[in-house]
């Protein structure tokens, strides 16, 4: 009997150690899959050894696409609940895009809780991922405080200095003159540019680019008809080169000089210097834009599908907070990919203070660092995309037709009408 007992007592211990082999490999073998693009993809990737450090069984699988490539893939895959990744990563025009659908987790809800961490984050990027019933979908991790970059050798040439560039928007389409007078040069790529810009200043509390949070149509609004009145005056006074942004003539017009500035987010300064016209180094300085105007202009989120693999959920929200929450994750994304930190507690680092040699020597960091303490929140819709497609349709018939402003807009305010409650 005794006997019996024992040989049990073995069958017992040896299935339980089975078992507790079972779950070790199974633990090994757990990977999170991270959707991203670039150069998302490669601070995730350069995130992972500290993230082996606290997780040593967990690995993360990174899929990364070209910027469109991916957010064609995340709308399918929330449309279907297939091939849905642990984490997606999100620029800013998909998260309003994909808030109101409801196929993205709302982290301010158990288990997540991240409205506690919420002081924490730029105000306005955390805003952002803020739907108007209140959940947030998404993490910021990156942003685009807005800044004009320009070419100081051929303003010196057209005998131009910054004031006149950035009084004013009247002022800086007058130095634009001057400068095609002089030199030849244009004063952009493209007069959607401008537009582009001004639609992202003056934005009040609970309105977002297109649609306030109650899904109210803002495109026939003074932003909207300012910003197409100074494109069209950039076209007919032919100072935009006519290329798109993206291109090899946009590049080239970069190295060449014959486009003398650009508007966009301060994270062009960087691409510039590694790979879009590191020749023209030491010749661009950045400003803050003009009139006094602050905007904000693109920025990278994280974000969980409700769809995705419910026994990785946890795994994955501990993922965003180390890509969001921790200084280091963010400075070292910061210094190696110029990705804006969107965590506050990095803006006391050193790294703010060092000139940048791009920049001929220029602290611009500061200068970028003090832009997002002035750019409002800016509400997010679903229709943000074809809202945009809407808007750039109607100004190139503006340019390019001489249809009238008035109108174009009105036609932009209908038909965005029958859409801001799909």
Do not use: C
């Given at each position: 009997?005794h006997?019996l007992?024992?040989?049990?007592s073995?069958g017992?211990?040896?299935v ?10 199974a633990?090994?073998q757990q990977s999170?899959?991270?959707?991203a693009f ?5 601070i995730?990737r350069?995130?992972?050894p500290?993230w ?13 696409r ?5 957010h ?13 990744p ?6 800013v025009?998909?998260?309003?895009r994909?808030a ?8 301010a ?8 961490f919420?002081?924490r984050f730029?105000?306005y990027?955390?805003?952002?991922a803020t739907?108007r019933?209140?959940a947030?979908?998404a993490?910021?991790t990156?942003?685009?405080p807005?800044?004009l970059?320009?070419r100081t050798?051929?303003?010196a040439k057209?005998?131009?200095?910054e004031d ?6 009247d ?6 003159i001057?400068?095609k007078a ?6 952009m790529?493209h007069?959607r ?10 934005i009040?509390a ?7 949070n ?5 495109v026939s609004?003074p932003?909207f008809v300012?910003?197409?009145?100074l ?12 290329v798109?942004?993206w291109?090899n003539?946009?590049?080239e017009?970069?190295k060449?000089?014959?486009i003398?500035?650009?508007m966009?987010?301060?994270?062009l ?10 020749t ?8 803050q834009?003009?009139?006094g ?20 959920k946890?795994?994955a ?24 930190p969107a965590?506050?507690?990095?803006y ?8 940048i040699v791009?920049?001929?020597q220029?602290?611009?960091r ?7 303490r ?8 679903k229709q ?7 808007i ?6 503006v340019?390019?037709?001489g249809?009238d ?14 859409r801001?409650?799909?």
């Amino acid at each position: 009997m005794h006997q019996l007992e024992y040989l049990k007592s073995i069958g017992k211990w040896l299935v339980g150690l089975g078992t507790a082999v079972l779950l070790s490999q199974a633990w090994a073998q757990q990977s999170l899959t991270v959707a991203a693009f670039p150069a998302v993809d490669e601070i995730v990737r350069s995130a992972i050894p500290l993230w082996k450090k606290s997780h040593p069984g967990v690995d993360i699988k990174v899929v990364s696409r070209q910027f469109v490539d991916h957010h064609t893939a995340m709308t399918t895959a929330l449309s279907t609940s297939f091939y849905l990744p642990d984490v997606m990563a999100l620029e800013v025009g998909y998260v309003g895009r994909f808030a109101q659908g409801g196929g993205l987790e709302d982290l301010a809800k158990e288990p997540y809780n991240i409205k506690k961490f919420q002081s924490r984050f730029v105000p306005y990027a955390f805003d952002q991922a803020t739907n108007r019933t209140g959940a947030v979908v998404a993490a910021p991790t990156d942003i685009g405080p807005g800044t004009l970059l320009y070419r100081t050798d051929i303003l010196a040439k057209a005998g131009i200095s910054e004031d006149e560039l950035t009084r004013s928007w009247d002022s800086y389409v007058d130095s634009g003159i001057r400068i095609k007078a002089t030199t030849g040069s244009y004063l952009m790529a493209h007069a959607r540019d401008m537009k582009d810009i001004v639609i992202r200043t003056g934005i009040k509390a609970g309105e977002g680019l297109y649609f306030d949070n109650q899904s109210k149509v803002l495109v026939s609004s003074p932003r909207f008809v300012r910003a197409f009145e100074l494109a069209r005056k950039i076209r007919q006074n032919k100072l935009d080169a006519r290329v798109n942004a993206w291109t090899n003539e946009w590049s080239e017009g970069f190295k060449r000089g014959s486009i003398a500035t650009q508007m966009t987010g301060a994270w062009l300064a960087g691409h510039l210097n590694n790979w879009l016209a590191p020749t023209t180094k030491g010749l661009w300085h950045a400003a803050q834009l003009p009139e006094g105007s602050f905007a904000a202009y693109g920025g990278t989120f994280f974000a969980i599908a409700r769809g995705a693999p419910a026994g990785n959920k946890a795994l994955a929200w501990e993922f965003i907070q180390l890509m969001t929450l921790n200084r280091e994750v963010q400075l070292s994304a910061f210094k190696s990919q110029d990705a804006f930190p969107a965590l506050l507690e990095t803006y006391t680092d050193p790294f703010f203070e060092q000139p940048i040699v791009f920049l001929g020597q220029q602290k611009a960091r500061l200068g970028w660092r003090e832009a997002t303490r002035h750019i409002a929140a800016v509400s997010v819709h679903k229709q943000d995309a074809f809202a945009d497609e809407v808007i750039n349709t109607e100004l190139d018939k503006v340019l390019d037709r001489g249809k009238d402003i008035g109108v174009a807009l009105a036609d932009a305010q209908r038909l965005l009408e029958k859409r801001a409650h799909r």
